[in-house]
């Protein structure tokens, strides 16, 4: 019983089925280029400053919450002892 050697198979680059839907902006390759910002450095400093401004609040708030928790699970359990 001999075996059949396989045949090697060679990417031609063509397309079955078109993946493209319409409102993917990232499938566009027209849109794709349209969407670009131009940004000096002083707008994205700008930009990255916002964000900071606008997300530090909730943070700070998650994670003193987190320690407030932490602190009192440990002198609860501290007490128990």
Do not use: C
């Not at 680059?13 to 131009?38: A, V």
């Amino acid at each position: 019983m001999k075996k059949e050697k396989k045949k090697k198979y060679v990417d031609d680059g063509h397309t079955i089925y078109n993946m493209d839907i319409d409102g993917f902006k990232w499938h566009d390759r027209k849109l794709k280029n349209e969407n670009k910002i131009g940004l000096n450095k002083k707008e994205k400093f700008a930009m990255i400053r916002a964000a900071f401004s606008a997300y530090f609040p909730k943070v700070f708030i998650i994670l003193v919450g987190f320690s407030l928790a932490i602190l009192l699970l440990y002198f609860w359990l501290k007490q128990s002892l």
